[in-house]
């Protein structure tokens, strides 16, 4: 087996390699040389005969925290604290006034306050203020006309656009008995009327009425239309309540008992007012009285 041992040639400097005995031959070169003159390699070559560069390993450096990266992280959380503190204050701050401001509302719509949200700018017409007067005795508030008012029966008139009110309770004919109130509006405003219908089986021809109510008679003589069919007779009034009528519509609507005397031409007929008939005029009532207030808008 050949032996290699890796030499430099001393003539050249080049690696040679030794053969079997003690003679080699430089690759290089080609000098005959004996292996005693060879020297050993103290330091290992490079293909070119080089020693290889020893190569000194990289020194690490410890590295040092940079005092003036740490100022800036620590304002970065003291401005980060002070940002949520100021956020949690604002929002509490944004929910009192949300209470506030609910609690302004409900201060505005309570119970015969006018409704000033809207059209604040507008002042109150006389009418309105002398009705409001009359009706003191007739309460209502925000809750109360939104349930009347939703409750009540209504109809449109697709001709002239105005929408009548009515309690439910109330006749929708003429040949019916009753004493009831409804609410006319139209574009232009809004009125309350009250009827009158008197059905039987013989004539009065009736020419005014006395209400009683509360111990107080009220006069009334509106104008009556009549018809008739079937053997049965109706006489019946339509009419637009005025300012003087007002407080005796109020007395029939609260008193605890009231009745009607209806004078004819030649005869009179006294008809009591029943408890349905007094709580639909009071509904209606309300649902005027609300109106008035702009509970509506």
Same mark, same amino acid.
């Given at each position: 087996?050949?032996?290699?041992?890796?030499?430099?040639?001393?003539?050249?400097?080049?690696?040679?390699?030794?053969?079997?005995?003690?003679?080699?031959?430089?690759?290089?070169?080609? !000098?005959?040389?004996?292996?005693?003159?060879?020297?050993?390699?103290?330091?290992?070559?490079?293909?070119?005969?080089?020693?290889?560069?020893?190569?000194?390993? %990289?020194?690490?450096?410890? @590295?040092? %925290?940079?005092?003036?990266?740490?100022?800036?992280?620590?304002?970065?959380?003291?401005?980060?604290?002070?940002?949520?503190?100021?956020?949690?204050?604002?929002?509490?701050?944004?929910?009192? +006034?949300? =209470?506030?401001?609910?609690?302004?509302?409900?201060?505005?719509?309570?119970?015969?306050?006018?409704?000033?949200?809207?059209?604040?700018?507008?002042?109150?017409?006389?009418?309105?203020? @002398?009705?409001?007067?009359?009706?003191? %005795?007739?309460?209502?508030?925000?809750?109360?006309?939104?349930?009347?008012?939703?409750?009540?029966?209504?109809?449109?008139?697709?001709?002239?656009? +105005? @929408?009548?009110?009515?309690?439910?309770? +109330?006749?929708?004919?003429?040949? =019916?008995?009753?004493?009831?109130?409804?609410?006319?509006?139209?574009?232009?405003?809004?009125?309350?009327?009250?009827?009158?219908?008197?059905?039987?089986?013989?004539?009065?021809?009736?020419?005014?009425? @006395?209400?009683?109510?509360?111990?107080?008679?009220? =006069?009334?003589?509106?104008?009556?239309?009549?018809?008739?069919?079937?053997?049965?007779?109706?006489?019946? !009034?339509?009419?637009?309540? !005025?300012?003087?009528?007002?407080?005796?519509?109020?007395?029939?609507?609260? !008193?605890?008992?009231?009745?009607?005397?209806?004078?004819?031409?030649?005869?009179?007929?006294?008809?009591?007012?029943?408890?349905?008939?007094?709580?639909?005029?009071?509904?209606?009532?309300?649902?005027?009285?609300?109106?008035?207030?702009? =509970?509506?808008?």
């Amino acid at each position: 087996m050949n032996n290699k041992t890796q030499k430099n040639c001393n003539n050249c400097g080049a690696q040679v390699f030794t053969q079997a005995g003690n003679k080699i031959k430089c690759d290089y070169c080609g !000098s005959i040389l004996e292996d005693n003159n060879l020297e050993v390699s103290a330091k290992p070559q490079n293909a070119l005969g080089n020693s290889t560069p020893s190569i000194k390993p %990289p020194t690490v450096q410890e @590295t040092k %925290p940079d005092s003036g990266t740490g100022i800036i992280i620590v304002a970065f959380i003291i401005i980060l604290i002070f940002a949520i503190v100021m956020g949690v204050n604002n929002r509490s701050h944004s929910n009192q +006034s949300s =209470y506030s401001d609910t609690l302004l509302a409900d201060s505005i719509n309570s119970p015969d306050k006018p409704n000033t949200t809207k059209n604040s700018a507008d002042e109150t017409p006389t009418y309105v203020k @002398t009705a409001l007067e009359e009706m003191k %005795p007739v309460q209502v508030n925000v809750s109360v006309f939104k349930k009347l008012y939703r409750n009540a029966w209504k109809k449109k008139d697709p001709f002239s656009g +105005s @929408t009548v009110v009515y309690d439910k309770s +109330s006749p929708r004919y003429v040949n =019916y008995n009753g004493v009831f109130a409804y609410i006319n509006m139209e574009s232009t405003g809004m009125e309350l009327r009250f009827c009158i219908q008197y059905t039987a089986d013989e004539w009065l021809f009736i020419k005014n009425m @006395t209400f009683n109510a509360g111990g107080e008679n009220f =006069y009334y003589a509106p104008v009556f239309k009549t018809d008739n069919g079937a053997g049965a007779i109706w006489e019946w !009034s339509d009419d637009a309540v !005025s300012d003087a009528d007002l407080p005796m519509l109020i007395k029939i609507a609260t !008193s605890k008992k009231a009745k009607v005397k209806y004078e004819g031409d030649k005869y009179f007929k006294v008809v009591n007012i029943s408890k349905a008939q007094q709580l639909a005029l009071k509904k209606q009532l309300q649902i005027y009285k609300g109106l008035l207030l702009k =509970y509506d808008k």
